[in-house]
């Protein structure tokens, strides 16, 4: 069935007069006319009834009027919604992020990207770094906030910030209180690591650290998560160097101080396929890039809070 008929049908229904319907449809009677017949007969049954002053719907036209117009609605809505999407203001997209972006303003920059566009959702997935390039290749995340130190060549990059390292103790370590720890002092702890298969990019970076310092650090744990690295010194297994963001996960037990002479820094990006060009993506994509240089360093002077 043809939407047109639907279209002049409806306005006949509501004008009840052919003469009025066609104006306000910009048409002749005639289309009119075999409009209403090539329906009668295409439905078998009689929709309206007229004489010589006015129109009357059937109880068969009565039902057909609504079933048309929630037809006619549902394809005006239909429409909308592609156009919406078209133009990115109007759908879904499924962002990783790791556990510390929680900490590095990820959530505002969703947060202002949802406000310009409401009709959107950006759903976030925690993921590590090493799942999350695999999920953007296979087309399973649009994009990620991840830590790499650089991206593979089928993903385009969006640099968001750097976190120095810094050194997450016991609180009730011998170290704690001072202003800033000199990793010579560290020489004989024993350390918490960064699991180099989830983020080689934070394993090397750390090991980069204590080896520019002349220390092969004694290791017993290898967390997947920087948040579980604080935990477990929280729980007395070690020390553990970190990105400063871990301090505002209010973990218990444990402080931090910065690192004497140290300028090594974890990277922060969001990544997405080369060849992923929806506007929908693009979109937020110019959003964060917005946010990142109206608020330079944000996550790193939040760290402080």
């Known amino acids: ?107 505002e920059y969703c947060r202002h990207f949802q406000t310009t566009r409401p009709l959107v959702q950006v759903c976030l997935h925690e993921t590590a770094t090493h799942d999350q390039l695999q999920a953007i290749t296979d087309g399973q995340l649009d994009a990620g906030f991840l830590n790499i130190s650089h991206a593979p060549d089928l993903l385009e990059t969006l640099h968001i910030g750097d976190e120095p390292l810094v050194c997450c103790m016991p609180a009730g370590h011998a170290l704690a209180g001072q202003a800033r720890i000199d990793l010579q002092l560290l020489r004989d702890e024993t350390f918490v690591m960064f699991a180099r298969d989830v983020a080689p990019a934070n394993y090397d970076n750390v090991i980069s650290c204590l080896h520019h310092a002349g220390i092969h650090p004694n290791t017993t744990h290898a967390a997947r998560q920087w948040l579980t690295v604080a935990a477990l010194v929280s729980a007395g297994q070690g020390v553990a160097l970190v990105p400063r963001c871990v301090e505002r996960a209010g973990i218990a037990g444990v402080t931090y101080a910065p690192l004497q002479g140290v300028t090594v820094a974890t990277p922060a990006y969001l990544a997405w396929r ?22 330079p360093g944000a996550a790193a002077e939040n760290a402080h809070d």
Do not use: C, W
């Open 1 to 107: 069935m043809k939407t047109h008929l639907l279209r002049y049908f409806v306005a006949l229904a509501e004008e009840r007069h052919f003469g009025r319907a066609a104006q306000r449809l910009s048409i002749t009677q005639p289309p009119l006319s075999v409009a209403l017949k090539t329906l009668e007969q295409d439905l078998g049954a009689v929709l309206m009834e007229r004489d010589a002053k006015q129109v009357t719907l059937t109880p068969a036209g009565e039902a057909f009027l609504q079933e048309a117009r929630k037809v006619l609605n549902q394809m005006q809505r239909a429409a909308e919604v592609v156009r919406g999407v078209a133009q990115g203001a109007q759908g879904r997209l499924n962002i990783g992020i790791t556990g510390t972006m929680i900490y590095r303003q990820v959530p």
């Open 274 to 295: 080369r060849d992923h060009t929806s506007p929908l993506l693009q979109a937020f994509v110019r959003s964060v890039q917005q946010q990142v240089a109206a608020h």
